[in-house]
């Protein structure tokens, strides 16, 4: 079992940049990629970005690539999202989560998730 927890969201004008931050608590945490997605009011919930176990291989939303940048810390338990150059349509709820198995862009192939963390972006 583990537990997510998000912070680092916040108010950002566009053109500006935010990193987030996924503290993971409990077993097996380095053996897992992980995933960002993020839900915006009256939107489904969405894919943003994921990790291989081993940080090597990443892979990226087209609305977001060449603009964010996940990472990980495999020694701190943590996964970043730096999130430059933020356009208003990033406005959204932010949730990390772990694989498990099926497409790692898709909720159900993911199956610890965070409680989110707020991104908006002003115009």
């Known amino acids: 079992q583990v537990q997510l927890v998000e912070s680092g969201g916040g108010l950002v004008q566009a053109g500006g940049s935010l990193r987030l931050s996924c503290a993971a608590s409990g077993r097996t945490f380095s053996s897992y990629s992980m995933g960002w997605f993020r839900q915006a009011p009256g939107k489904e919930r969405r894919f943003v970005a994921v990790?291989?176990?081993?940080?090597?291989?990443?892979y990226y939303a087209d609305s977001v690539k060449g603009r964010f940048t996940i990472s990980r810390d495999n020694t701190k338990n943590t996964v970043y999202l730096q999130m430059n150059s933020l356009k208003p349509e990033d406005t959204a709820v932010y949730y990390c989560a772990r694989a498990r198995s099926g497409s790692y862009q898709q909720t159900a192939g993911y199956g610890d998730w965070g409680q989110g963390t707020q991104v908006t972006v002003s115009s």
């Open positions: 990790i291989s176990w081993s940080g090597v291989s990443t």
